[in-house]
């Protein structure tokens, strides 16, 4: 059974770049159509989709987002790393890793099977 697990900063100042990884047991990242998503939820907000990696390491990102965004991985851990440059305070959310077991991609995220428990980011100076 695949488990995911974040881990981020807890608290990031204004203008910086903003760190969180997703560790994954239990499942190769590198199996064939596995899409690993980041989603976001600010405080009485609904989720916010940030972008995915496949199983081949290409990253797709939220266009909203995407001159900010990077999402990358590491196979010898198996574990992916969201970078989100310039944040603002709207930036505080709870930031999740989920699995998207689909053959085609998706962005909403009914179609992930598995998720993290969650890493909150506070911004603040």
């Known amino acids: 059974q695949v488990q995911l697990q974040e881990s981020g900063p807890g608290l990031v100042k204004p203008s910086q770049t903003l760190s969180v990884t997703c560790f994954v047991a239990?499942?190769?990242?590198?199996?064939?159509?596995?899409?690993w998503n980041w989603i976001r939820q600010p405080p009485e907000k609904g989720l916010e989709w940030i972008g995915y990696?496949?199983?081949?390491?290409?990253?797709y990102y939220n266009p909203s987002l995407r001159s900010r965004t990077s999402i990358s991985r590491d196979t010898s851990k198996n574990h992916l790393t969201l970078q989100l440059s310039s944040v603002t305070p709207e930036g505080a959310a709870v930031y999740y890793c989920?699995?998207?077991?689909?053959?085609?991609?998706?962005?909403?995220?009914?179609?992930?099977?598995?998720w993290g428990q969650g890493s909150l980011v506070t911004v603040s100076s």
């Open positions: 989920a699995r998207d077991p689909s053959v085609i991609p998706h962005t909403r995220a009914n179609y992930f099977d598995a």
């Open positions: 239990g499942e190769s990242i590198l199996t064939n159509f596995y899409y």
């Open positions: 990696i496949d199983y081949d390491g290409n990253p």
